[in-house]
RNA sequence: GCACUCGUAGCUCAAUUGGAUAGAGCAAUGGACUUCGGAUCCAUAGGUUGUAGGUUCGACUCCUACCGAGUGCACCA
């Protein structure tokens, strides 16, 4: 039973008589943040009593009288400025702990409507390698598709691959041009990004070499203002001198920015001109901008050689980018890349305009929103489509397929404007059944404090950043066991076992564990952390009662068969009613789509567990009754940190 | 220029969406029966929630201005 939800409901016959609308009144009953203020609280009466004229106590004294929740809670009680406190009866505490028992699903009940649910997440280039970037969008997208799941919803996990953009015609480009066939037999994934990354930095320069005078002439522009500026006097008026400083201040983040510009054009073009290889390349190719942009649309228009380089490529690299999930343990319902849509896009594109939504402006097709200068590009001047056309059709295949009635993309937060517009545009289109949610995370920012961008040189690779991690762990592993009192008891294998589980649980818990919206600094040591709110706490907590439950001896089966839960002291009390709120901070942390709010009810829970365990022995229990209701406990905590742990991506391991 | 996001303990972050005395972890300090697994537990210290106003019974949360950091803005996704 969700206790919670039960509670609002009562208070929602509760309130009847004393609001038009109950349920959002009823909303306001709430676990208590102090445990000296009972178990639950209601925060209603404030409100609603000032709407109604009323004093806050005497109405909640009213609504209390005609309140029944007798069954599960101690006498209700007014306190402060009217709030209502609750506190759980220990008989109901103790029935409802004992009914988990038997119960597989630790007492979470299916949702009452279940949604068609598709989340889009991950969405990596299939012709780069994935790098940190990729890891919150698909650790957290992970998450949500086994939290909603596990609730009962429908879900369906997309994988929306990149695998039909410009960065395919760069690497056609280079295989055309500068492959190294020895090398794409050895590894054709690691050929092809580096034939990637060849083209893309040949292209930078060709871009930017012949921009570099007016660059800096901009510097030099820039840098005259600031001078004069500079040379200004100060007016006696403090309100003109204020603003005088404010102008110059921005004069100078300006030219900041100019130099900015200049100095990472400069050392890009440096880097090719000052690698004899490179320069003889980028000499000999003068035309490669234009031309692997020409190899693009040669694919998308089906000419036979770029269509078979793109058929033998991709299976390919998707092959590559499987074994890192496999890793992680992350699965996908579907795979559909954008060029699966690439057949729809004309006729979107068609209906957008039929329909009038979208008319052609300096070339290209645009949707212009309301409230939004920039347009919606949905096809280009040389005709090509853009993302916004391919996720437009993926909105209407979702619904027709899936039967979406929510669809969530898990993607940084800087594509906000993007998803606002396909939104607003997708909801024009006359897809209105359908909600659509852009669960945004924050931007992973180096120690400089700037966003974290994938140049060349400081990428850190996912692969690299996972190895990282165990290994890390593994030497955490290594000390803890050869430190055990009896003498190690994990073999190579086991080490290695746990190592793996521990290392990516450390690094999936650290973007988990933080609300995803704000950004973070990339940081190993946070990452990589093993105390503290951690997984590591969570799965030493698991262990550990397994490691009880071994030396006891017991059948954990059979102990669920005729055992029976007791509570009597504080920390026994305290363990049960967290196991009981399991459901709670699953509703929590699917209502906006938070993993947070699951990592933290996890922590606290096996803190309280800890708690338990330093205060109430259990194999060494006063009585045979005892020891059974507290190896009762010890199981339905294990069996809770094993399902949360899951639902995050986190392995559990007995012996650690 | 326009738009959006964010400023919370020394550090990294929470705060159940307007509720009671703003909470955790890390780091620091002090403690825990000769340990049912010490990767643990308990305690102490640490705050004018960027600043100034406003809204109200009540504000980290909402509004206004300012300061500071960041992101996006016509054919890359």
Redesign the pocket.
């Known amino acids: 039973m969700n206790l919670l939800n039960e509670l609002r409901s009562r208070f929602e016959t509760a309130l009847t008589p004393f609001a038009i609308d109950p349920a959002p009144f009823a909303?306001?009953v709430?676990?208590?943040?102090?445990a000296?203020?009972?178990d639950y609280?209601a925060?209603?009466?404030?409100?609603l009593?000032?709407q109604r004229g009323e004093n806050?106590r005497e109405l909640a004294a009213k609504v209390v009288a005609a309140l029944d929740v007798a069954e599960f809670c101690e006498p209700p009680e007014v306190?402060?400025?009217?709030?209502?406190?609750l506190r759980v009866r220990p008989e109901w505490l103790q029935e409802q702990t004992n009914a988990l028992i038997a119960n597989t699903r630790l007492g979470v009940e299916p949702v009452a409507q279940p949604h068609h649910i598709v989340v889009d997440f991950s969405?990596p280039?299939v012709a780069k390698p994935m790098h940190v970037g990729h890891l919150r969008s698909t650790v957290i997208g992970d998450a949500l598709c086994k939290i909603l799941k596990f609730q009962g919803h429908h879900v369906i996990s997309d994988n929306?691959v990149?695998d039909?953009?410009?960065?395919f015609g760069m690497i056609i480009y280079g295989y055309k041009h500068f492959l190294d066939q020895a090398a794409l037999e050895r590894d054709m994934v690691g050929e092809l990004a580096r034939l990637y990354r060849l083209v893309n930095q040949l292209c930078d320069y060709h871009d930017l070499k012949p921009k570099l005078p007016k660059l800096q002439e901009a510097v030099a522009e820039k840098q005259k203002t600031v001078t004069e500026a500079e040379g200004n006097t100060i007016p006696t008026d403090a309100k003109k001198a204020?603003s005088l400083k404010?102008q110059l201040?921005?004069l100078r983040?300006q030219l900041a920015d100019a130099q900015a510009d200049l100095e990472s054009a400069q050392s890009k073009c440096a880097a090719v001109e000052g690698d004899a290889t490179l320069k003889a390349l980028a000499d000999g190719h003068p035309k490669i901008v234009v031309e692997s942009?020409l190899e693009?649309s040669m694919l998308h228009a089906g000419e036979r050689v770029n269509r078979e380089l793109w058929q033998r490529f991709v299976p390919e690299c998707l092959e590559a980018i499987q074994r890192m999930y496999d890793r992680l343990g992350v699965n996908f319902d579907h795979t559909l890349g954008?060029s699966y849509y690439d057949p729809l896009l004309k006729s979107v594109v068609e209906e957008m305009q039929a329909k009038g939504l979208a008319r052609e402006?300096?070339?290209?097709v645009?949707v212009f929103n309301a409230g939004?200068?920039?347009?919606f590009?949905i096809?280009?001047?040389?005709g090509?489509?853009?993302?916004?056309t391919?996720d437009l059709a993926t909105i209407k295949y979702r619904v027709q397929e899936f039967q979406a009635d929510l669809i969530l993309y898990v993607v940084d937060?800087?594509?906000?404007?993007?998803f606002v517009q396909l939104f607003d545009t997708a909801r024009q289109w006359g897809y209105t059944g359908v909600e659509l949610q852009h669960v945004k995370f924050?931007?992973i920012?180096g120690k400089?404090?700037?966003?974290y961008k994938t140049r060349s040189g400081d990428t850190v690779g996912l692969e690299s950043l996972l190895d990282e991690g165990v290994a890390n762990?593994r030497r955490?592993?290594d000390a803890?066991?050869d430190?055990?009192?009896g003498g190690p008891?994990l073999d190579e294998a086991a080490r290695a076992r746990?190592a793996e589980a521990?290392g990516l649980g450390a690094i999936k818990y650290a973007d988990l564990?933080?609300?995803?919206?704000?950004?973070?600094?990339f940081?190993w040591?946070?990452m990589l952390?093993?105390?503290?709110?951690?997984a590591?706490?969570m799965?030493?907590?698991y262990?550990?009662i397994?490691?009880?439950l071994?030396?006891?001896d017991v059948d954990r089966e059979a102990l669920r068969v005729d055992g029976k839960i007791v509570l009597e002291q504080p920390a026994e009390r305290a363990l049960a009613i967290k196991l009981l709120q399991f459901g709670?901070a699953l509703d929590?942390a699917s209502?906006?789509f938070?993993p947070?709010?699951l990592t933290?009810y996890l922590?606290e829970a096996?803190?309280t567990f800890?708690?338990?365990?330093?205060?109430?022995?259990?194999?060494?229990?006063a009585t045979p009754e005892l020891r059974t209701s507290?190896l009762l406990l010890c199981d339905l905590t294990a069996r809770m940190l094993q399902q949360g742990l899951g639902l995050l991506g986190v392995e559990t391991i007995?012996?650690?």
């Open positions: 909303a306001m709430k676990p208590t943040q102090d000296k203020f009972g609280q925060n209603c009466c404030m409100p009593a000032k806050p306190a402060g400025a009217g709030f209502i406190n969405s280039n929306h990149g039909w953009g410009t960065q204020d404010k201040k921005k983040e942009r693009t954008e402006s300096d070339g290209a645009c939004f200068e920039a347009p590009i096809r280009k001047r040389d090509a489509f853009t993302y916004a391919t937060s800087r594509q906000s404007e993007h924050g931007t920012l400089d404090n700037r966003p762990a955490i592993v803890n066991d430190r055990k009192e008891v746990v521990v564990s933080q609300n995803r919206e704000s950004d973070y600094v940081d040591e946070r952390a093993t105390t503290g709110d951690t590591t706490y799965q030493y907590a262990a550990r397994c490691g009880i071994r030396k006891g709670e929590q209502f906006e938070r947070n709010f933290a922590f096996a803190n800890s708690t338990f365990y330093a205060k109430c022995d259990v194999l060494k229990a507290r007995e012996q650690m």
